[in-house]
């Protein structure tokens, strides 16, 4: 009897994150992640209930490797600078990558945006000047510095932008002084 070759999750997602870096969100589709594996539909079917659910398991597993790859550096004494740099850094050294979730049109904004808030807000836990702030103070410093990362990584990518770390460190510390914490 011949053996079949057995497809797993992390196999597949292996293949949904390649082609999410090569081609984007829009291309992880059953059909495509299937011919990129050389396979039938059939295995992505048995290891996910659809495909909303592969795609957020992508989404979650893809984040907690950048966190441990990228955004949770530490760079300086300062957690809301760090933050700022590595995003920066991700979106320089990864930017295929970088632009399939940050750039690219797609429907999981907003579970990027938690993501990236929960990532942030445990960051902030080692700082004793945040032990006080709510959730929403929180969450208006990370979009506040969100904004201007992601509009600088963009920039810094395109060529439009060149800052060193000095001035980006000025630039982050700048609006955290500036927040209502």
Same mark, same amino acid.
């Given at each position: 009897?011949?053996?079949?070759?057995?497809?797993?999750?992390?196999?597949?997602?292996?293949? !949904? #994150?390649? *082609?999410?870096? %090569?081609?984007? +969100?829009?291309?992880? $589709?059953?059909?495509?992640?299937? %011919?990129?594996?050389?396979?039938?539909? #059939?295995?992505?079917?048995?290891?996910?209930?659809?495909?909303?659910?592969?795609?957020?398991?992508?989404?979650?597993?893809?984040?907690?490797?950048?966190?441990?790859? +990228? *955004?949770?550096?530490?760079? =300086?004494?300062?957690?809301?600078?760090? +933050?700022?740099?590595?995003?920066?850094?991700? !979106?320089?050294?990864?930017?295929?990558?970088?632009?399939?979730?940050?750039?690219?049109?797609?429907?999981?904004?907003?579970?990027?945006?938690?993501?990236?808030?929960? !990532?942030?807000?445990?960051? *902030?836990?080692?700082?004793?000047?945040? !032990?006080?702030?709510?959730?929403? #103070?929180?969450?208006? *410093?990370?979009?506040?510095?969100?904004?201007?990362?992601?509009?600088?990584?963009?920039?810094?990518?395109?060529?439009?932008?060149?800052? =060193?770390?000095?001035?980006?460190?000025?630039? +982050?510390? $700048?609006?955290? #002084?500036?927040?209502?914490?």
């Amino acid at each position: 009897m011949v053996r079949k070759k057995v497809y797993k999750k992390q196999h597949i997602l292996a293949a !949904a #994150q390649e *082609l999410l870096i %090569e081609q984007g +969100f829009s291309a992880i $589709t059953a059909r495509n992640v299937a %011919e990129y594996m050389g396979i039938s539909t #059939q295995p992505i079917y048995l290891e996910f209930k659809s495909m909303e659910e592969l795609k957020l398991t992508l989404l979650k597993t893809t984040h907690k490797h950048l966190e441990a790859k +990228f *955004l949770s550096k530490t760079q =300086t004494a300062n957690q809301i600078v760090d +933050f700022g740099l590595n995003y920066i850094d991700l !979106a320089t050294s990864n930017s295929k990558l970088y632009i399939s979730l940050y750039i690219d049109q797609h429907s999981y904004g907003q579970e990027l945006r938690e993501l990236s808030f929960l !990532a942030f807000q445990q960051s *902030l836990q080692k700082e004793e000047r945040y !032990a006080t702030a709510t959730k929403e #103070q929180l969450e208006q *410093l990370h979009l506040d510095l969100w904004i201007v990362v992601t509009g600088i990584a963009s920039l810094s990518l395109s060529g439009i932008v060149d800052r =060193t770390p000095e001035q980006l460190k000025v630039i +982050f510390e $700048t609006i955290e #002084q500036n927040c209502t914490i």
